[in-house]
């Protein structure tokens, strides 16, 4: 059984740095870890690459070579790595051993989640070779300052879950950024009724109905669960790396073993 993260999110949500830190954490603790970039515009990396989609397909060739614009370019690459699933991706899969640890630091493209199966069929992928997989979602928290942003971050969040259904950790990211707590803290677990009248409160009445369908619909799918993450604090590093391991039971079977090989009792 191997583990994976596929994280996802808006573009400048954060996923490249959170692999980042992910990566220096799993060295800190002395945990393995490999973090894959499946952006085929991605330049710099903050972390050792284990696979890149680049080697297979790159963004610029396919925008010089069949002039596609940045997002037309990007969908056509997303479609050749599902192209190539059984040829370049499972020869480098075969790199990894059974217990092994993936991240994959996705593109931010909403189209990716929207229009095309392409996200879809690489987790079917990674499931039919026996990986536990989490979608981790992260959302701006310079976003979330009001209820109507909220909504839509749900609304980001709850698509991806849909097409990919998949366990789901969102994350708000760039806590750091959050000069009042406050603020956010009246999202990170939200009271269904306080947000419907808040938002009732921002929309023209007409809106009424609809406010009461978004806010059942949010708190129905418990989409109203953000883990917030501060980079700077190895603590919200690792809660946040426990609650995705818990999603994908990583480090259950480790638990048998260690219990197996308990030394006995000394004395
Ligand atoms: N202050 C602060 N800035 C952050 C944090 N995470 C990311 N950033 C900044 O936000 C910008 C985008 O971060 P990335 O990690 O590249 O975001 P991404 O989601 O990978 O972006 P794309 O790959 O373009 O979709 C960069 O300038 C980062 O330095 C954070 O936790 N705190
Ligand atoms: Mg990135």
Known sequence: MGYAQLVIGPAGSGKSTYCS?????????????????????AENFDYPVAMDIKELISLDDVMEELGLGPNGALIYCMEELEYNLDGWFAEEL????????????????????????????????????????????LIDSQFITDVTKFISGCMASLSAMVQLELPHVNILSKMDLVTN???????????????????????????????????????????????????????????????????????????????????????
């Open 181 to 267: 707590k406050k603020d956010i803290e009246d999202y990170l677990n939200p009271e269904p009724r306080a947000l419907l009248s808040e938002l009732n409160q921002r929309m023209a009445p007409q809106f009424l109905k609809l406010n009461k369908a978004l806010i059942e619909l949010v708190d129905e799918y418990s989409m109203v669960n953000f883990v917030p993450l501060d980079l700077r604090k190895e603590s919200s590093i690792q809660y946040v790396l426990g609650q995705i391991d818990n999603c994908i039971q990583y480090g259950e079977d480790a638990d048998v073993k260690v219990r197996d090989f308990d030394p006995p009792d000394e004395d």
């Open 94 to 137: 075969e790199n990894y051993r059974d217990d092994d640890y993936l991240v994959f630091d996705c593109p931010g493209q909403i189209e990716l989640f929207s229009h095309v199966p392409v996200l879809r069929n690489f987790v079917e992928h990674l499931k039919s070779k026996n990986f536990n997989v989490c979608a981790v979602c």
């Open 21 to 41: 830190s992910l990566y220096q954490h799993c060295e800190t603790v002395g945990r393995s870890i490999n973090i894959v970039n499946l952006d085929p515009a």
